[in-house]
């Protein structure tokens, strides 16, 4: 590749192209591109959570009906996670800079309409858009990132650091949520966006150098982002409606086998493409497909947990939105100092172990929270759990992050930055649609025996907590499979295959 923000060697560009020398951290250009580059994730991570307190709120205003709520948060996920190869191959074909900033422009402006929106479909509407941002954006981004910082010891620390903003991000949406939806109310969750891309977009056109178009449109597999996007936009509506319309109905089992159709297509496809959206050679990097596999299932179960903590909070416990984001708070900390710790462990046991040790601790942290009683107390029930599930989550950040870009040549940063964001965030939309029906279907037994709906509403939540724990239990299992990276490996030692991308 000729991008501009690629660095295959011991050199980086600075701020007006030139080159800087290996130590990029040691330089006050490569700190400011570093917090730039983390001010992106914290941006994109922080809206996938930032609406979980205002549910409530969003709902008496727009007239939501309970299950359709969860497309304010699973709608941005969707399509983060749909378009994301998407936005990996346009950032390779158009460059990463114009990519980014394209992004930014359309997470603010979605963010401004929706916090407008007089009625629950332009809300949607603008989240879905917001997810696209998004997906243009992160791995621009990331795959700056990796080829920028090439050196062992800066590599490691700027992965950790990504890794760990990415986990602290998810946290602090939820305290943030919690104090706009109090104070000025919770359009202001939306709002903060326009705000956030404006001070953003200088800093881009200050600190990434111009980006030189290399390659043609013409390369672009219509096709293939056609065909994945369709599959799990219709795999996701069909978990969403099923708890409604019965899992063994014919809507049901229909557009799961359509799901399913357009999804092998896709790899069909992909195979069959000279230039494939996501070439299927790349998953035979060592440990690759493992390590993605795991940011899957394991954010599948951590997204349910600020989902379903923050309703219990509010609807069960009766808190209001500040005092939930303030019941998140000691989970910020936790995370920070997790991910902290962990980027510095990587350079003397590897990922592998950071990775199965923090899932296993996050399993141990929900399951804890899956026993939360109608009458719960913060410091007995919730708080014990909560910072549990932070040390693990800070790890699986870092290590997961470190391990699925180990042995990633620098042309194919962009495709390997989007894979990865592209299995967390469908994983997230996919867990939120199955946990939700879990819970709903909990949750309507017990009201049809005329149980109390607090205890109907709280024996639901328990419901989906269990299983999200068991599925960062099969993410501790799946671990044990990825490649144990090091801080002094930025590349394998033997080279991948080459992959257009």
């Not at 709520?69 to 969707?78: D, T």
Request: net charge neutral; glycine share 12%.
């Amino acid at each position: 590749m000729n991008d501009p923000t690629t660095a295959t060697s011991a050199r980086a560009p600075g701020p007006e192209g030139a080159a800087t020398p290996a130590g990029m951290l040691s330089t006050t250009y490569g700190r400011l591109l570093l917090a730039l580059l983390c001010s992106v994730a914290f941006l994109d991570f922080v809206d996938a959570s930032i609406v979980n307190v205002a549910l409530p709120d969003i709902r008496r205003d727009l007239d939501f009906t309970v299950q359709d709520l969860q497309w304010v948060p699973s709608g941005y996920l969707l399509t983060y996670g749909g378009f994301m190869l998407l936005g990996g191959r346009l950032a390779d074909l158009l460059g990463r800079r114009r990519v980014l900033v394209t992004g930014t422009v359309l997470i603010g402006v979605s963010s401004l309409i929706g916090g407008l929106a007089v009625d629950s479909a332009v809300l949607v509407g603008a989240r879905l858009a917001q997810g696209i941002g998004a997906a243009l954006m992160l791995p621009a981004a990331l795959s700056i990132l990796t080829t920028t910082y090439t050196a062992g010891a800066d590599r490691a620390t700027a992965l950790g650091i990504w890794g760990g903003v990415g986990g602290l991000a998810s946290a602090v949406g939820v305290f943030l949520g919690g104090i706009l939806t109090e104070g000025p109310g919770w359009r202001w969750v939306l709002f903060v966006n326009p705000i956030a891309a404006a001070l953003v977009l200088p800093a881009v056109y200050r600190l990434i150098p111009a980006d030189r178009r290399t390659k043609r449109l013409a390369n672009f597999d219509i096709l293939g982002s056609a065909l994945v996007t369709g599959g799990m936009l219709l795999l996701v509506y069909a978990l969403v409606k099923a708890p409604d319309q019965g899992w063994d109905s014919g809507q049901t089992i229909g557009r799961l086998a359509g799901a399913l159709v357009l999804l092998a297509a896709f790899v069909v496809n992909e195979a069959r493409n000279r230039n494939p959206l996501l070439p299927l050679s790349v998953l035979r990097i060592p440990g690759l497909a493992a390590a993605n596999l795991t940011g899957l299932i394991a954010f599948a179960g951590l997204i349910a947990m600020f989902f379903f903590l923050t309703l219990y909070m509010q609807n069960v416990l009766g808190y209001s939105p500040i005092q939930t984001g303030a019941a998140y708070l000691p989970l910020c900390f936790g995370v920070g100092i997790a991910a902290g710790i962990a980027s510095q462990l990587i350079r003397r046991v590897g990922t592998r172990p950071l990775i199965v040790t923090g899932a296993l601790l996050a399993s141990g942290g929900l399951y804890w929270l899956s026993r939360i009683p109608v009458d719960g107390s913060y410091l007995a029930d919730l708080l014990p759990g909560l910072m549990i599930v932070s040390f693990g989550l800070g790890a699986v950040f870092v290590g997961v992050t470190t391990a699925a870009n180990a042995g990633v040549p620098a042309d194919r940063a962009g495709l390997a930055a989007a894979l990865l964001n592209a299995c967390q965030q469908v994983g997230s939309a996919l867990g939120l649609a199955v946990f939700s029906a879990v819970a709903t279907a909990r949750t309507n037994h017990l009201l049809e025996t005329h149980t109390a709906v607090p205890d109907a509403l709280t024996f639901g939540f328990r419901r989906a907590l269990l299983v999200g724990a068991i599925f960062l239990l099969a993410a501790a299992v799946i671990g044990l499979r990825t490649y144990n990276a090091h801080s002094e490996e930025s590349e394998l030692d033997s080279p991948a295959e080459d992959v257009t991308v």
